[in-house]
């Protein structure tokens, strides 16, 4: 038996009768965003997949279609391509789909490549898993908000937004046997805090019940998580990277015939920004320009990713 990695949209060739190949596939998740009332959040969290894509080996990208226009989904999954032309795409409606994926290989129940051999020898063990998404304490709510939405933009849907969360409830739908030396990584607000733990102010936070902690000691990998809230404020650039943008355009009015080269790597990267739905929403083909960071709050927690693994 030999390892591998995938390599997305893997078309392989004549069956081997006793040789079975393990290939390792990275999945990427990316939540709705219908919660974030700012115009310049609207894609963060496709952004942040995007940049995923870019710096790490990832093989399948799985996002909720709630609150994405079809031109956004457009220029998304052609970004994607455009880094990785034979990536897998999967858009799903509900957490349902994302379980049977993860579990499975599949959207739907019905086969099974992760724990047994399909016709041509291989399984697909899952490697890491990247979750962009909203984010309560001990919850991933990949459809924060998603009722009033819909009932304030009159969208027929069955789906709710408690339904669709990753909770202490309902992790345990994970199956334990199709991970393979793997991470989970949620880029998400609060996973690692106890669900309890819910102020701006926790001094005597705990992680022990956390959902990250409730990962780790079932799945038996490693989590990482944020306890305090995540922020995508960087997304698209800094203060400085835009105050150094500002402070290049300035230098090269005075000295016109000097290049200014402090700025160019941001400036290149600004230049092919590009604004969506009646140049409404802002947008770039290259992804994220900086990670998620730890946010500010609630006080008491580290601020940065945590990691969580297994206890006795």
């Not at 083909?285 to 609630?298: E, H, I």
Request: aromatic share 14%; hydrophobic share 30%.
């Amino acid at each position: 038996m030999e390892t591998g990695n995938s390599i997305g949209d893997y078309k392989p060739g004549r069956p081997s009768i006793n040789h079975t190949m393990i290939y390792n596939e990275n999945i990427v998740v990316v939540g709705a965003e219908v919660h974030d009332k700012k115009i310049q959040n609207k894609l963060m969290f496709m952004a942040q997949a995007i940049r995923r894509v870019k710096i790490s080996s990832v093989q399948t990208v799985i996002y909720f279609k709630q609150g994405y226009s079809s031109n956004m989904i457009i220029e998304f999954e052609k970004s994607l391509k455009n880094y990785k032309k034979d990536i897998k795409i999967l858009s799903i409606h509900n957490i349902s789909e994302l379980f049977n994926y993860i579990n499975t290989g599949y959207k739907t129940k019905g086969n099974d490549y992760r724990t047994k051999p399909d016709v041509y020898g291989n399984i697909y063990k899952v490697k890491n898993i990247y979750i962009y998404s909203h984010g309560l304490p001990s919850k991933i709510t990949f459809l924060l908000d998603w009722d009033l939405y819909k009932e304030q933009n009159k969208i027929a849907s069955n789906e709710t937004a408690q339904a669709n969360e990753l909770n202490l409830k309902n992790y345990k739908l994970i199956s334990q046997k199709v991970f393979n030396d793997a991470s989970i990584y949620s880029f998400a607000c609060r996973t690692g805090i106890n669900e309890e733990d819910s102020t701006d102010v926790e001094l005597l936070w705990g992680d022990g019940n956390s959902l990250a902690q409730n990962l780790a000691n079932y799945l038996k990998i490693d989590i990482y998580g944020y306890a305090r809230r995540s922020n995508y404020e960087e997304t698209w650039g800094n203060w400085a990277d835009r105050r150094l943008l500002n402070m290049a355009d300035f230098d090269e009015k005075i000295f016109p015939k000097e290049r200014i080269k402090y700025d160019d790597e941001f400036r290149d990267y600004k230049s092919k920004e590009i604004f969506l739905d009646d140049k409404k929403y802002p947008w770039q083909p290259q992804g994220a320009y900086r990670d998620v960071k730890a946010g500010d709050t609630p006080k008491g927690p580290p601020q940065k990713l945590l990691k969580y693994t297994f206890k006795e």
